[in-house]
């Protein structure tokens, strides 16, 4: 049983923290939000009145936070309070950049520390079965292994200090780019006369396709369980696909890559985020791109 302090307890950390406490874990946490807290507290974690004062025992703390801004001030305000020899692991989607610096902060005291991102949602936070991509120090990455995988499926070590983050930005901008392809194909089969099946048929066992197609299916019908058969409920709300498009941007400006299908992508999701979407499934913006709202 490890000691684990777990800071930022909302749709996604409020369920892992609990299944940390289901694998046996004493599990202490900390979120501004009270009703987090109290879903916290019945799901058996140890509630503290503050991030220091959660992390006092812990031998891992792990944060799953909105983003960077919060990730360093959070970090910037546990560190100082933990023990020596102690990990900490963020889980938040931020950007690169962040990444690095909280990773810097951690250097600065002698402290172990992973990037460690999560693909796999809300369901995925719930049922354990999360993929985690991480970036850290190779013994930062083995120390963490045994924890997050209470939590996920799969645990992948990236690289260095943000190369968690660098991968997941990367794999949703081939999502956010790819499910636009597939719905302008399907928009296009429409005009030409063409049946959504019969689309599928031909391109899920050919070139086109591809998980935007295959599991994703942004019209009602081929895949009976993509979000387009429960009217675009989320899954992957488009606000969160906003979000990690405009990292993906951030970075590659930052490193000078060459990304204009990325930037294409992140324009017309802050254009459906914009119309009232932006809590709809990513894959309603083939309602968009046909003119309809669906
Ligand atoms: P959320 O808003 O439900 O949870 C974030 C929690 O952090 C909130 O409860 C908030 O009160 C708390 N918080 C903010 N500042 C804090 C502070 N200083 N101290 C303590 N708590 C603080 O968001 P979420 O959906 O759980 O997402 C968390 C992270 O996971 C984000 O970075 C998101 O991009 C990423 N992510 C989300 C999903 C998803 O499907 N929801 C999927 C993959 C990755």
Known sequence: MTN????????????????????????????????????ARADGVTVAGSAAEAVKDAEVVVTMLPAGKHV????????????????????????VESARRAHGLADERG?????????????????????????????????????????????VHCGEAGAGQAAKICNNMILGISMIGVAEAFVLAEKLGLS?????????????????????????GPVPTSPANNDYKPGFAAALM?????????????SGASTPLGAEAAQLYALFANAGHDGEDFSGIINFIRGSNG
């Open 4 to 39: 684990i302090a777990f800071i930022g307890l909302g749709n996604m950390g409020g369920p892992m923290a609990a299944n940390l406490v289901k694998a046996g874990h004493a599990v202490t946490g900390f979120d501004l939000s009270p009703a987090s807290c109290d879903q």
């Open 242 to 254: 906003l979000k990690d498009l405009k990292l993906a941007q951030e970075a590659a400006l930052a």
């Open 72 to 95: 360093l001030a959070v970090w910037a305000e546990i560190l100082p309070s933990l023990q020596k020899g102690a990990l900490v692991i963020d889980c938040s989607t931020i950007d």
């Open 196 to 220: 959504h099946q019969a689309l599928f048929d031909v391109a899920s066992t050919s070139s086109g396709q591809c998980w935007s197609l295959t599991t994703y299916c942004p019209v009602p």
């Open 111 to 155: 402290l172990q520390s992973l990037d460690a991102p999560v693909s796999g949602g809300v369901g995925g936070a719930q049922g354990a079965t999360l993929t985690f991509m991480a970036g850290g120090a190779r013994n930062a990455f083995e120390q963490a292994k045994p924890i997050l995988s209470k939590m996920g499926r799969k645990v």
